[in-house]
């Protein structure tokens, strides 16, 4: 987050845009402070960029993990308004964790201490040297196979519990295969899971 201020919110947001080099549909800002007395006027907000959280993002998972003494690399990107950073580490395989449990609260902490500092809901996903992004290759052929598989039968399947992120790739990969099949979630906490279901 930065501050800046100016006398009016045109001329403040036009010298937080050239300070930051983004246009104004780029910045995010907060009035915090606005005075309109006869003979001074002062406009103070506070900013962001989408950049500066994924710098914030990185370095935080950096500084996270240096304490710990994992040596890390982080790369991070954004696409359709989520960031991903991906972490490469001595250690990948203490990082993710069994069934990667430990990248999950990985992610819920860095996603808690973004929406603290940035004061907003922010889509984010870490991932640990392509561990999850192979994940979801396995979750959306399992989800076809599974699929095919009730087309066929018209039997009702079970999946085993997953987490919410790999629920939500089969929701999808389902969705799009054909209209006479569909997903639900049923279950609690860690022990939700899928049924996928034929329909007429």
């Known amino acids: 987050m930065k501050t800046y201020e100016a006398k009016t919110e045109e001329e403040v947001i036009q010298l937080a845009c050239q300070d930051l080099g983004v246009t104004p549909e780029q910045l995010n800002y907060e009035i915090i402070e606005e005075k309109?007395?006869?003979?001074?006027k002062k406009v103070v907000i506070e900013c962001y960029t989408e950049d500066m959280i994924r710098e914030y993002l990185e370095s935080f998972v950096r500084k996270s993990l240096t304490n710990m003494e994992f040596e890390v690399e982080t790369i991070s990107y954004i696409q359709n308004d989520r960031i991903y950073c991906n972490v490469n580490t001595n250690n990948n395989s203490i990082l993710i964790g069994k069934n990667g449990v430990i990248l999950r609260a990985l992610n819920f902490i860095a996603k808690n201490a973004v929406n603290n500092t940035f004061k907003k809901r922010v889509e984010l996903s870490i991932d640990i040297n392509g561990y999850k992004e192979s994940r979801y290759k396995k979750m959306t052929s399992m989800a076809k196979r599974i699929g095919k598989q009730v087309?066929?039968?018209?039997?009702?399947?079970?999946l085993d519990p997953l987490p919410a992120d790999e629920r939500k790739v089969i929701h999808q990969v389902i969705s799009e295969m054909d209209s006479h099949l569909k997903t639900e979630?049923?279950?609690?906490?860690?022990?939700?899971?899928i049924t996928i279901s034929y329909v007429e």
């Open 36 to 40: 309109k007395g006869l003979f001074s």
């Open 151 to 158: 087309l066929r039968s018209k039997v009702d399947v079970k």
């Open 185 to 193: 979630s049923k279950g609690e906490g860690k022990n939700r899971f």
